[in-house]
């Protein structure tokens, strides 16, 4: 049960929420006994399936409780209500260095201020024992006053500590800046890998980006582990030598060749601020000006952080994308992890369903070859061929490279039509709706459910919460829930992005996937937490009665088809998929 707002919990009365994600919810509350404002971290119920959850939880409570030092945000108090556990939490109004960082390059007293308060408070706790792992921009705080606080300190951990379908569902910690220890899932991690993550941060303050982009989390994870890292002064060539070689030892592949403290890192990198020259010019690169929109940041409970937390006050700011600079080679970052994996995967078990989209996928128009023609692979067909050649005539094109995806799966080719839509989406503008919007509806046209879900939901993210229009929602439910049956489909769609907008479809999304693809006994759970969220919900009775079919229960299952199929209410497409249950059962 969420926490209502004007509700008292304990000696907290809920004001608002701040903000809403996979693992936690925030809500700035007022405790009147000491008068003063302070924010609930609340997590998720999910974690309650795990019945010794509740007792790991309280011990890495006061661990984290336990840090005191003024560039972390504290916690006052851990407790309870309804089952669900929440830290209480410093309450602080501003804004994230993420934010900040999307406005625009930072000066180099900007810089200097986030590496000395972030450097304090790393440092401070790992002499406590303490690891953050998630380091990150939205998990650096910048106060109204200018004061610098380290938010979510253990939360991870304690999030880890859990044995949930949840967290078990997740990478504890954020894809661009996870170190490749933790991206590999190793358990002895230490001081060091929180390192590689704040070097991350240095990277991207300095260099104008961060090392690892990609369509998908599993390909940037995927880098982090194996790709050599971007050199800084080939991405931004105004990027002194001295601070270069700084982050190339914080961001080694192998910790055991980092610095071994985070003291260490702060001081070269400060001896090499200072040796290349301050101010620094390298701090700035140049952007496109339809990437950089100048939006006035706005004043919120900074506590909702964009860890997978999104306020429902401010209107999220479309997300900037950075370019690549100066004369070094694109570097095109592909899924080919999950490529590997679809290769080994191409003919996936799902049930039968009849498509929703009667209509003929559409032929994208092949651009006249402009130089000598490309030869033809006797295994490739002519109109592959002719796509390969508008992308060599016009290579940074999205338009072409998403014209070369969608007729390399008419041909058969599916991985190496989505490596082609990964290209095209890193090479399209992040506000170009009318791009996604036709690469869903193309891909949804060739019931190429995965692709399909990944353009939608990252259209549904483009729009605030509760903003998202009816085209965009409904073909992203349709998308989501036929994917959620293809075991590649975690490759490319994230269940946390889901939970960012609507949290209900994540739970069936997750639900159908356990059902397909794992157990049914964690499908029976996910559709459980779905229920509770949203309990009149089409998709939660579609898959409840597909969980009845294979538990051995057709009764049950023809029940709910017969109510589905015959509800006038009911989507098309679900009432579609109810029918040809029904005929698969009788």
Known sequence: MSFKLGENVGPYQVMEQLGQGGMASVYKAYHAALDRYVALKVLHQAFNEDSTFIGRFQREARVVAKLEHPNIVPVYDYAEHEGRPFLVMKFIEGDTLKARLNQGPLSSREIETVVESVGAALGYAHRQGVLHRDIKPSNVLISTDNVMYLADFGLARIAEAGESTLSADSIMGTPQYISPEQAMGMKDLDGKTDIYSFGVMLYEMVVGRVPFT???????????????????????????????????????????????????????????????????????????????????????????????????????????KWVWVGSGIVVILCCMVGLAAVRNNSRLTSPPVMSAIQSTPTRMPVLANTTPPLPNPSNESPDVTAARQAVQNDPGNPDVHLQLALVLWDDGKKEASVEELAQAVNLADPGNEEFYMRAAHEFMAREAWVPAAGMYVRLAGSYPRGEIPEEVRSGMHETVYKAAAEKNMTLFVFFERIDNFDLPLGYVARGRYALYNGSLEDARIQLENAERVKPDMYEAFLLKAEIEIKAGSPQEAKNILLSLSSDLGVPEWIRIMAEDYLKSIQ
């Open 214 to 320: 990609a369509d998908t989390p599993f390909s940037i994870i995927h880098d982090h582990i194996y790709t050599p890292l971007p050199l800084p002064r080939i991405v931004n060539p105004n990027v002194p030598e001295v601070v270069e070689r700084v982050l190339l030892k914080a961001l080694a592949k192998d910790r055991h060749d980092r610095y071994q403290t985070v003291e260490e890192l702060v001081d070269a990198f400060k001896r090499a601020w200072v040796e290349s020259g301050m101010p620094m010019q390298g701090t700035s690169i140049k952007m496109r000006p339809t990437e950089f929109r100048g939006e006035a940041s706005t004043q919120v409970g900074a506590q909702a952080s964009e860890s997978g937390e999104t306020g429902h006050s401010p209107a999220p700011k479309r997300t900037s």
